[in-house]
């Protein structure tokens, strides 16, 4: 088992997962770098800026909705 998520966080020392061989255990910020939160805030702005001037963003994961998309940030 692995896990980054406690019911309290962070979790007590004396956690049963410590102390099993099979469990990997790591902070909820593992990723948490000025790096990432950056890049992400650059990465949202562009987005933002291409929507704005009904263009598609970067790295659209949901690719279905562009089937609807109109270029129009705007919904009705």
Do not use: R
């Not at 000025?34 to 933002?48: L, P, S, T, V, Y």
């Amino acid at each position: 088992y692995a896990t980054d998520v406690f019911a309290k966080e962070p979790p007590d020392i004396d956690h049963p997962f410590f102390t099993m061989e099979n469990v990997i255990l790591a902070p909820h910020c593992i990723a948490w770098t000025h790096d990432m939160f950056k890049d992400i805030g650059i990465k949202a702005c562009m987005q933002a800026v291409d929507i704005a001037q009904g263009k598609i963003p970067q790295d659209v994961v949901n690719t279905s909705v562009l089937d609807t998309w109109k270029g129009n940030p705007v919904v009705d």
